[in-house]
């Protein structure tokens, strides 16, 4: 449309070089001139309001300071040439599907206002796409042509005022509970119905919620089919699980649910996840479980025609001071549209409540907005009044259409109000009293709405009292006969069918392959199409070198055992992930799971070519620089489908603290709170080699103090994850294999290695591999000739055994043997003791590490060993230190070389 306007302009200023006419026609031509002129001068002013009349809509419910945005001029017909009396032809100005005859510019300025200037408005002068930008415009101005129907608005209406009945029923029954109602933003109630009709009318399958506390329990029982008798027999000090469920459980503000919805004779599964009180946190795990959806049904990014939309629709609330405030957001918005991150458009709500905890909304951001930061990405806002769930149900319903043509984020920003401060048992007046005034002195949304409707007759008072009573009469049935109803089982279902709670028992699973098939394998993970442009350093060390390792069967390294684990559970059907910064080729340059064509840069996955088996996929997905988003969307992929083993690499071990919050509230304790299982696997690389403080250290000690191990249960219910530090290849192959066998799903952190990489002592051989074989939670000294000799055990692991190894080697001690505990927790009790009783003779047992004795392994290995193995054990180590490493290399090389010697003194 812009682009036909100027091009009806300029042609009449003669660029096109028409040749002179008569004067008398040439008067002729000055008046079409003048028509001309005048409809592009009116189309400025129309941009003008699409542009700029956001900031002066009528969008705040609880105004309470006076405006001072001016930009009354910019709006200003006068200011583009125009006056009141002027006619103008609206075709190519204004959109409508029934275009009017020509106004007058202060009949064109009423319509402009009631679009632009009303309860609702959209931004988006900022898109750079133009098809884009011309659509929101043409389909939002369409949009206001149109009114809800009498059924429609009786829905909302009734929505509304059930949302406002359960927060007053539990404020009556339960009168010091915090519930976080919907009190002042019941119009979400009307967001929500709304998707839902557009996601059945587009025969969607699959809903993926993320969602904080505000409102949320209005919806579970009021939209998502949760019986509010859960929510009382919380509330009532009861356990949301059956009795058989190994839980601690959670508050009900976190609760999830995963059901089906029946809209309009269409069935839909919604997924709303269990979410931490750190808000915004659970915005990362949507979507990861979103793409997970789209993995299984082959659509959306995983489609042949990315072009058509998915059958899986993420949602994501958000509170306004939150989504400002927590950088997981930006973090999320840069993996929108990023290759193995992208779930095809999130619909977005930003519950605006004007206030963050008790800070005003204007001194808890730098932008106009809440909603700003959409901005990064060119994604559309809509700026909605939570008074008007009419103008709400329009906007959502344009939002939907938005993100399923182009496949983008899309942002309604809810202008709403907190009726009690942030939860019910606050007083915020004690720092917002103007705006508490203005809140208090009002009345509610569902009140206000139900008022309209009655005083134009679509609905009567004894609908909105009926409605009311009827819903009060249920909650109140539900609480009466709350004796009676019983935890449902709401896990292991569906999908994860065959999982189950890891049982109290040692347990041991053949993990090993057949070597023809690990060759086959590994072959074909260095192989590549003849006219492919390998690099001429990859041709020669990394495949030549596989091909020559793998024929050997004797020396094959980490990377190599890495590719036939995975391999191996391709073949078997599982499809497998790994995620990460520059995973592709690996931090150390030694995985090249893919292939980059040094002339077109075309990328190429061999082990996506491997022949037989039950065909499951790898994916490389190269991350965004980000830690948070990125796990947190791991984990949702791990969550959703227990045959997806999901790995996640850090450039560093130490660089898992980016996610810390992932880690502390969904990957390492959801099954004990949730009953939500994950067999998320984290690589952290580790090992002091001279880096100083932040490449050294994965920190283990973090994870074994955020974990427990008990002698009768090394698998058991107890231990909410397993910590490794694998000193041979082989381990790592068993330990990746046994992710997905087993029955059950842990999370694993692997403290990975850096150096062994490429150790020429650190190799297994394809009888490491076999039927047969498995992961060892120890490994003993085979190198120990006299076992009645040795006089002290070292008790080290990972990476650090080949340094004590060669130690004793240069100084021939026969009197020393070396364990490596390749667990750390489970801790392997039994194993240890059955070393132990190898060495009769033993006068001293010593734990030996790199890492500081504040640090490391030692403070959770002491009182283990000590307690149930009823032996003492030493310390040999660095001493006590505030930071990981020092940064002089000369420093730690006579560090290094006094921690193997104080193992043998």
């Not at 660095?878 to 002089?888: L, P, S």
């Amino acid at each position: 449309m812009h682009r036909v306007l100027c091009r009806q302009y300029h042609s009449t200023k003669g660029v096109f070089g028409f040749k002179p006419k008569p004067v008398k026609e040439f008067r002729l031509n000055q008046r079409i001139i003048d028509a001309r002129v005048q409809k592009s001068n009116a189309y400025r002013w129309v941009e003008s309001y699409r542009n700029h009349a956001h900031r002066v809509a009528a969008i705040n419910p609880v105004p309470f300071i006076q405006s001072t945005d001016d930009c009354s001029h910019l709006l200003d017909y006068s200011r583009y040439g125009l006056s009141s009396a002027d006619r103008i032809d609206p075709l190519g100005v204004v959109n409508s599907s029934d275009p009017p005859a020509a106004l007058t510019v202060e009949q064109l300025e009423q319509l402009l206002q009631h679009i632009y200037c009303g309860t609702a408005s959209i931004e988006l002068a900022y898109i750079e796409n133009e098809q884009e930008r011309e659509w929101l415009a043409e389909n939002y101005e369409q949009l206001f042509h149109t009114n809800l129907n009498g059924s429609d608005k009786k829905e909302i209406a009734e929505l509304l005022l059930k949302s406002q009945a359960f927060d007053n029923f539990l404020a009556t029954k339960f009168p010091s509970v915090k519930r976080y109602g919907g009190e002042g933003a019941e119009s979400i109630m009307a967001f929500y119905r709304q998707l839902f009709i557009c996601t059945a009318e587009a025969n969607l399958s699959n809903i993926v919620v993320g969602m904080p506390h505000r409102g949320k329990l209005n919806v579970l029982t009021i939209l998502f089919q949760t019986r509010p008798a859960k929510i009382f027999r919380k509330y009532k000090g009861l356990s949301e699980f059956p009795p058989d469920a190994k839980a601690m459980c959670d508050i009900t503000n976190h609760f999830n649910t995963s059901t089906n919805l029946n809209i309009n004779g269409k069935t839909i599964h919604l997924n709303l996840l269990n979410n931490p009180s750190h808000l915004e946190a659970v915005n990362p795990v949507s979507m990861g479980k979103t793409r997970a959806k789209q993995l299984s049904l082959q659509d959306g990014p995983y489609h042949n025609d990315p072009s058509v939309p998915s059958k899986v629709l993420n949602i994501q609330l958000h509170g306004d001071a939150a989504f400002v405030g927590q950088g997981v957001n930006q973090e999320c918005l840069m993996m929108a549209e990023v290759p193995h991150f992208d779930v095809g458009g999130t619909i977005h709500m930003i519950v605006n409540n004007q206030v963050g905890f008790t800070t005003p909304g204007d001194r808890g951001r730098s932008t106009r907005y809440a909603s700003d930061l959409a901005k990064s990405i060119m994604a559309p806002v809509f700026h909605v009044n939570g008074d008007d769930p009419e103008a709400l149900t329009k906007v959502t319903k344009l939002a939907f259409e938005y993100q399923q043509k182009f496949g983008k984020d899309v942002f309604i920003d809810l202008n709403c109000y907190r009726r009690w401060g942030h939860n019910e048992l606050d007083d915020p007046t004690f720092t917002s009293p103007l705006l508490y005034n203005v809140i208090h002195n009002r009345s509610s949304v569902p009140d206000l709405y139900a008022k309209k409707l009655i005083e134009s007759e679509e609905i009567t008072q004894n609908d909105v009292d009926t409605t009311v009573k009827a819903h009060h009469d249920y909650l109140n049935s539900e609480l009466q006969n709350l004796n009676d109803y019983q935890p449902e089982k709401s896990y292991f279902e569906h999908q994860w069918s065959g999982i189950q709670q890891a049982g109290n028992e040692v347990t041991v699973w053949n993990t090993g392959i057949d070597y023809s098939l690990l060759n086959l394998i590994a072959r074909t993970s260095v192989n590549c199409p003849p006219d492919f442009a390998l690099h001429p350093h990859l041709r020669k060390h990394h495949v030549e070198a596989r091909l020559k390792k793998v024929a050997e069967g004797n020396r094959i390294d980490w990377s190599t055992a890495e590719a036939m684990a995975m391999g191996s559970l391709m073949y078997q059907g599982y499809n497998v992930r790994i995620s990460g910064e520059d995973i592709g080729r690996g931090t150390f340059s030694h995985r090249h799971a893919m292939f980059v064509d040094q002339n077109t840069n075309e990328i190429y996955i061999p082990l996506n070519d491997l022949n037989g088996g039950a065909g499951g996929k790898l994916e490389l997905a190269n991350s965004i620089l980000s830690e948070e988003a990125v796990l947190g969307f791991e984990y949702g992929m791990a969550i959703d489908n227990p045959n997806n083993l999901i790995i996640w690499e850090a450039q560093f071990g130490d660089f898992f603290n980016g996610a810390q919050i992932i880690l502390d509230t969904f990957v390492l304790n959801s099954e004990t709170k949730w009953m939500v299982c994950n067999g998320l696997v984290m690589l952290l690389p580790h090992g002091f080699d001279g880096a100083a403080s932040d490449h050294s250290s994965c920190r283990m000690e973090r994870f074994l103090q955020m974990t427990d191990s008990k002698e009768a249960t090394p698998d058991g219910d107890d231990i909410n994850f397993e910590v490794i530090n694998p000193s041979t290849p082989a381990q790592y192959f068993h330990a990746l294999r046994r992710q997905m066998v087993r029955n059950f799903r842990k999370p694993l952190v692997v403290v990975a290695p850096k150096t062994l990489l490429r150790l020429s002592e650190c190799v297994s051989t394809h009888a490491d591999l076999a039927p047969g074989t498995f992961f060892q939670t120890v490994i003993g000294d085979g190198a120990v000739s006299d076992p009645k000799k040795v006089k002290r055990v070292i008790l080290c692991s990972g990476k650090h055994y080949y340094n004590l190894n060669n130690e004793r080697l240069a100084s021939k001690n026969g009197e020393v043997a070396i364990v490596r505990l390749e667990s750390l927790c489970p801790f392997p009790v039994q194993r240890i003791q059955e070393e132990l009783a190898k060495y009769s003779n033993v006068r001293e047992v010593v734990w030996s590490q790199e890492e500081h004795r504040n640090m490391g392994a030692w403070s959770f290995v002491q009182p283990r060993f000590e307690n149930m193995c009823g032996k003492r054990i030493t310390y040999r180590g660095r001493y006590e230190g505030a930071t990981v490493a020092v940064g002089v290399s000369s420093w730690h090389a006579k560090e290094a070389e006094q921690v193997i010697k104080a193992a043998f003194q």
